[in-house]
């Protein structure tokens, strides 16, 4: 007598759906730990803490064959000019052309990350392009000390490599050229094996390589969390609303929304400080934020209308 045949269990639909919003919370989660082991927690002078996203490796060195890249194309640019003048020139008057080159190659290879780094933007055009900028650790301002340690360095990362694999002759000038080839990886694959993906340049200068994509001015809280009432009893003059920028606002954005009282207290007291605000009496630190939120927001809107754009506190243009 034969069996019959076993009949499958209907598949429960939602045990299907169960597993899978449980992989879909599996995958979230692997990407927000991953994306956590590039983001940084900086606290600001005004005391706020704010995120920050590292620049990885592959985009630094892409913003970094984008730089090189424009740099010979200046180089071959200038080069065959100044073969083309060559022919209409004497000797002599060629041979000075030939070293003025030599002196605007020396600037140009030495100076260019320098010279572009220590501006406003604190980025170089290939770092533009990719949405970087170069920004101190401590939260403070960009020194011109910092741009010139991390870049004077780039030599020995960079050039010294490349000096020793042309190295040639005998065998012991072979065995040294391997010898400062392997020191010299040390320092070019050094952002590979840190996790904050510095460079030697970076770790000496006290900077990191951050994702800087363009600030503009987000939702205005002011209109749904500030009081009417509390703020018609402040009256910011238009120096204390320039004293901060786009960044400034957004870290006071940040303040009124996710922060404790203590910190809010803590803020409102270094912007009355920096201000030359003179607390009134039964000032709330939570209303004074709010006025000069939505005074501030206005002022920026007002200098942007008239194309005066003011990124930060130390954007004095």
């Given at each position: 007598m034969t069996k019959p045949p076993l009949k499958m269990a209907p598949i429960n639909a939602t045990t299907a759906q169960s597993r899978e919003?449980?992989?879909?919370?599996r995958a979230r989660f692997a990407e927000e730990m991953r994306q956590s082991k590039t983001v940084r927690r900086l606290v600001t002078p005004e005391g706020a803490a704010i995120q920050l996203r590292l620049a990885s490796v592959a985009e630094r060195a892409g913003a970094f064959m984008i730089d090189l890249a424009i740099q010979w194309a200046i180089v071959i640019a200038t080069l065959m000019g100044l073969s083309y003048m060559g022919s209409a020139l004497s000797p002599g008057s060629a041979n000075i052309a030939f070293a003025f080159w030599l002196v605007f190659f020396f600037f140009l290879r030495n100076f260019y990350y320098i010279f572009f780094e220590i501006g406003q933007r604190g980025a170089t055009p290939g770092k533009r392009i990719l949405g970087l900028r170069v920004a101190a650790r401590d939260g403070g301002r960009l020194t011109a000390n910092s741009v010139l340690a991390r870049n004077f360095i780039r030599e020995i990362e960079i050039g010294l490599p490349f000096q020793f694999v042309l190295m040639g002759g005998d065998q012991f000038g072979a065995w040294m050229a391997l010898f400062g080839l392997l020191w010299?990886?040390?320092?070019?694959?050094?952002?590979?094996?840190?996790?904050?993906?510095?460079?030697?340049g970076d770790l000496l200068a006290g900077t990191w390589v951050i994702k800087a994509p363009k600030a503009k001015l987000m939702e205005d809280i002011a209109s749904s969390s500030a009081r009417p009432e509390a703020a018609s009893r402040f009256a910011f003059t238009p120096a204390q609303t320039d004293a901060y920028g786009i960044h400034e606002l957004?870290?006071?954005?940040?303040v009124l929304r996710q922060s404790t009282a203590e910190i809010k207290a803590q803020v409102a007291g270094r912007i009355r400080t920096k201000i030359g605000w003179s607390r009134i009496d039964g000032e709330a630190d939570?209303?004074?934020?709010?006025a000069y939120y939505a005074a501030l927001r206005k002022r920026l809107e007002q200098r942007m209308l008239l194309g005066d754009r003011k990124s930060d506190k130390f954007d004095v243009r």
């Amino acid at each position: 007598m034969t069996k019959p045949p076993l009949k499958m269990a209907p598949i429960n639909a939602t045990t299907a759906q169960s597993r899978e919003a449980a992989v879909q919370r599996r995958a979230r989660f692997a990407e927000e730990m991953r994306q956590s082991k590039t983001v940084r927690r900086l606290v600001t002078p005004e005391g706020a803490a704010i995120q920050l996203r590292l620049a990885s490796v592959a985009e630094r060195a892409g913003a970094f064959m984008i730089d090189l890249a424009i740099q010979w194309a200046i180089v071959i640019a200038t080069l065959m000019g100044l073969s083309y003048m060559g022919s209409a020139l004497s000797p002599g008057s060629a041979n000075i052309a030939f070293a003025f080159w030599l002196v605007f190659f020396f600037f140009l290879r030495n100076f260019y990350y320098i010279f572009f780094e220590i501006g406003q933007r604190g980025a170089t055009p290939g770092k533009r392009i990719l949405g970087l900028r170069v920004a101190a650790r401590d939260g403070g301002r960009l020194t011109a000390n910092s741009v010139l340690a991390r870049n004077f360095i780039r030599e020995i990362e960079i050039g010294l490599p490349f000096q020793f694999v042309l190295m040639g002759g005998d065998q012991f000038g072979a065995w040294m050229a391997l010898f400062g080839l392997l020191w010299s990886g040390v320092f070019l694959l050094f952002p590979v094996f840190n996790k904050d993906k510095m460079r030697v340049g970076d770790l000496l200068a006290g900077t990191w390589v951050i994702k800087a994509p363009k600030a503009k001015l987000m939702e205005d809280i002011a209109s749904s969390s500030a009081r009417p009432e509390a703020a018609s009893r402040f009256a910011f003059t238009p120096a204390q609303t320039d004293a901060y920028g786009i960044h400034e606002l957004h870290v006071l954005e940040d303040v009124l929304r996710q922060s404790t009282a203590e910190i809010k207290a803590q803020v409102a007291g270094r912007i009355r400080t920096k201000i030359g605000w003179s607390r009134i009496d039964g000032e709330a630190d939570v209303a004074f934020l709010e006025a000069y939120y939505a005074a501030l927001r206005k002022r920026l809107e007002q200098r942007m209308l008239l194309g005066d754009r003011k990124s930060d506190k130390f954007d004095v243009r």
